[in-house]
């Protein structure tokens, strides 16, 4: 196997969209010499390739989300989870957001303190609380699910339907095959 090189699909930075052409975005020129079992380097890797674009579709929802409603994307998740499916305890915002419970409790304090989320006591456990949205957070999530729709329709856009299509069953086995391999034990 021949070392290579990702060349990213698209339009070109200058904005060339002509036949869907591709630009190169290669590493720096300083590269090892390939494994001969095996020549990927970690720019081949499908979890990189993902992570890469995972990281680019958080930093544009980051910029937007913070210059329009002056929330960060864990707040944003926050927010979102809640107006979604509220009431909801700390520990299953931590869960569904993916941020670990202490970070969880530091965004979830800093909604409560800008008034965006209400505590409660819990319905089962007092002692657990029960999050929520308050007015002032509801309209905020209204405007931040405007601007995420919008978001969502523009990278729909990209695609046909049938890649659409191709594209949820390909998310769903890769996340199916990534939890597997989390619960894996390491070899």
């Known amino acids: 196997m021949t070392k290579s090189t990702y ?6 930075p200058g904005g060339d969209k002509a036949g869907g052409a591709a630009y190169d975005r290669r590493m720096p020129s300083t590269k090892r010499a390939p494994h001969p079992a095996d020549a990927r ?13 995972a990281n680019a579709l958080s930093r544009g929802a980051a910029l937007r989300y913070r210059q329009d409603f002056d929330v960060s994307l864990m707040e944003w998740r926050t927010i ?12 299953d915002i931590a869960r569904q957001s993916g941020l670990d419970k202490g970070l969880a409790s530091r965004v979830v304090s800093g909604l409560v303190g800008r008034g965006l989320i209400h ?8 002692r657990e609380l029960a999050l929520s949205l308050t007015p002032a957070g509801q309209a905020v999530y209204e405007g931040l699910m405007a ?3 919008q978001r969502d329709d523009a990278f729909r856009a990209a695609l046909t339907e049938d ?6 069953t390909i998310l769903a086995k890769l996340l199916q095959a990534a939890l ?3 619960e ?3 070899d």
């Open 184 to 186: 894996a034990p390491a």
């Open 7 to 12: 060349i990213a699909p698209g339009p070109s």
């Open 119 to 126: 505590r409660a006591p819990g319905q089962d456990d007092a």
């Open 180 to 182: 597997l391999q989390a």
């Open 41 to 53: 380097t970690i720019k081949d890797l499908l979890s990189y390739r993902v992570h890469k674009l």
């Open 80 to 91: 979102a989870l809640l107006g979604d499916f509220a009431p909801m305890a700390l520990k």
């Open 147 to 149: 601007a995420a729709t």
């Open 163 to 168: 890649e659409l299509r191709v594209l949820d």
